[in-house]
Nanobody, 131 residues
């Protein structure tokens, strides 16, 4: 089964930068897409950024456009989220998710900048705190 492990979270001052990483293991195939969610205490989970692996197309929530960049290393089944000019409202638990082909958990769909994208695996999260 596919497992997603996030890393790179931490505490940073307003205006600072962080880069999150997420490594997918347990699959012999390349993902269809990989993405990042976040959830702040008391708020709904929101889709932050997503990327189709083969097409290379990317999608961002309006709140992070121009500040966050999603990228992938498909050979390593790894996705990154470069976060610049961080704001206190970016404080949240950040989760990696991915859509891998083949039999597996039922897919869910979330919107990233209005684009619906499916995923069937979800990570445990990494905390980002901006003060």
């Amino acid at each position: 089964d596919v497992q997603l492990v996030e890393s790179g979270g931490g505490s940073v001052q307003t205006g600072g930068s962080l880069t999150l990483s997420c490594v997918a293991s347990g699959s012999t195939t390349t993902s269809n897409s990989m993405m990042w969610f976040r959830q702040a205490p008391g708020k709904k989970r929101e889709g932050v950024a997503a990327a189709y692996t083969r097409l290379g197309s990317t999608y961002y929530d309006d709140s992070v456009k121009g500040r966050f960049t999603i990228s992938q290393d498909s050979a390593k089944n790894t996705v990154y989220l470069q976060m610049n000019t961080l704001k206190p409202e970016d404080t949240a638990m950040y989760y990696c998710a991915a859509d891998f082909p083949g039999a597996g958990p039922q897919r869910s769909v979330a919107k990233f900048g209005g684009q619906p994208i499916a995923f069937n695996y979800y990570g445990q999260g990494t905390q980002v705190t901006v003060s």
